[in-house]
């Protein structure tokens, strides 16, 4: 109960909490984006080159983004090599861009699906 002579005490407004979103960058294109909204390549410790779509796994990882550009960069040029200190195998190089002609970004799928309607 406020005392007489003292106004009630108001409480105080807290901010709202912005969440903090990881931020990774493209090996291939240098463009920074949201951790979730790229895909990571890791080299285990044991030296197996991989896909981690979780972006979990254990060891040294390097993120691309879902262009198809540099995904095909990111193998026929020594960047994810470098940023995985690994050299990669013809057989790594071939997992990876298998890996791409089945990864498509969103709006890839979109239009390849407003394509396919209007040949119907």
């Not at 901010?15 to 931020?23: E, L, Q, Y």
């Not at 909204?37 to 879902?66: F, H, M, S």
Request: net charge positive; aromatic share 4%; glycine share 8%.
């Amino acid at each position: 109960m406020p005392l007489p002579g003292n106004p009630p005490r108001r409480k105080k407004s807290k901010p709202v909490r912005v969440k903090h979103v990881p931020v990774r960058t493209c090996v291939a294109c240098r463009e920074p984006g949201a951790k979730r909204g790229l895909t990571r390549i890791v080299r285990t410790p044991e030296g197996a080159v991989l896909i981690d779509p979780t972006g979990k796994a254990n060891g040294r990882g390097a993120y691309l983004c879902d262009k198809p550009g540099c995904w095909d960069r990111a193998v026929t040029t020594p960047l994810l090599a470098r940023s995985l200190n690994v050299d990669l195998t013809q057989e790594t190089r071939d997992y990876i861009k298998e890996f791409a002609a089945g990864h498509s970004s969103p709006e890839e799928s979109h239009q390849a699906g407003a394509d396919s309607k209007e040949l119907a």
